[in-house]
């Protein structure tokens, strides 16, 4: 990519237009500014394909779309999720949808997985977001590669924190350290592998970690299986950081919580988005600092927004970002809930000046992961805000 020097950056966040052909001259990219604004990060008013910016009076679109219009509940007072600057959803197709859909909740019971939660899992529709998040892929075995290693990612809070036979917060070191022995494989001396091989025939979260992986290699690069398996490692230190706060008792500071949402994030999921849609980014420009930045602020956005939804389900005790707000800043729930909903947005400007400007000058593959990474969090915004999973069905009149 062509270097920029502080001042064009400056520029182009201003204002970008909507990327067209390659433009790998500065020159070029100094062509699409348009108009002027405020500048620095989160303050610009870049455009980016299917961008849509609420209003302060528009209704809440995510809770509308759930067919209830219904605020999420919480011990102190009915909050309600105000509207988030994110794009929607590229393409709903329910009928692709519930074919994953189905198809995943088969491999999680050929597995192990959710013994005896097999139906409630059906209802979450894992298998819709995964069809929502990847719109350029139309292909339910492609999409399925995905919603296997996405499952698997979320048993770990389903089977080892928030339910299972044992949640202790104790044992997540050692059934994480487990789960990366799987995940990358250990290298043991015969003896010594078999017995941990047993372990794994036991364990359906490991299981499925090594079933996910073996489908994933069949449409994806060696390279494009490495980076996912960095993105776990990476979040199995961010699950360790959230086991080491409910076993010691001690809540975070709110600096420390956004820390640890920089590391346990959706990027495990998001890292697969040029492997479904059947492209490789580049290495030199998935590994720019400038290209991972702005994945991982989408990642981070991502998780903020699954914070806000998720706290109808959650024990009002439970680490999120909004009841830590709260606490540390004195104010009231609703309160912190906005406030967390503005840092989103912050993220989400951020985002898309920092995607309009690599898109301007990147590769065409890149412009297409930027593309795909905006499409990603669309998806799982109207997931978010439709699925069972966060949301309980309308009462019966």
Known sequence: MAHLSEGDRVAL??????????????????????????????TSAARFPHARRPTGDEPD?????????????????????????????????????????????????????F??????????????????AHPDCDDPDRLLVA???????????????????????????????????????????GRYLAQ???VVRQEPVLRAFRSCLDHLTGIATP????????????????????AQWRSSGRTPAVWEYLLHRYENAFFPCMVLIDPIGGYELPAHEFADAR????????GTASVLLNDLYSMSKEDPTDTNLPNLIAAEE??????AVDRTARIHDELMHTIEAEAALLSAVGSPQLRRFLAGLWAWMGGSKEWHATSPRYHAPAAQS
């Open 223 to 242: 390279t494009q299986v490495a980076r996912l398996r960095h993105e776990l490692a990476v979040m199995f230190v961010g699950y360790s950081q959230e």
């Open 115 to 132: 013994r005896g939660r097999l139906e409630r899992l059906r209802s979450h529709q894992f298998g819709r977001l995964f069809m929502l």
């Open 13 to 42: 966040f201003d204002r970008v237009s909507q990327p067209g052909p390659e433009l790998p001259a500065i020159e070029h990219a100094r062509s699409n500014v348009i108009g002027t604004g405020p500048t620095g990060l989160g």
């Open 61 to 113: 679109r995510a809770n509308e779309a759930n067919g209830t219009n219904q605020p999420a509940a919480t011990a102190e007072a009915p909050v309600r999720v105000p509207p988030l600057h994110c794009p929607d959803a590229v393409r709903d197709d329910p009928a692709l949808g519930e074919e994953v859909n189905n198809r995943l909740v088969d491999w999680a019971e050929e597995v192990g997985l």
């Open 196 to 198: 941990f091989e047993q």
């Open 291 to 298: 290209v991972r930045r702005t994945y991982l602020y989408a």
């Open 147 to 189: 919603a296997r290693c996405g499952l698997a990612e979320w048993a770990v809070d389903d089977h080892w924190v928030d339910e299972g036979e044992d949640t202790t917060p104790e044992l997540l070191g050692h059934r994480l350290a487990l789960t990366h022995a799987v995940v990358d494989p250990v290298r043991l001396p």
């Open 330 to 335: 004195q104010c009231s729930l609703q309160e």
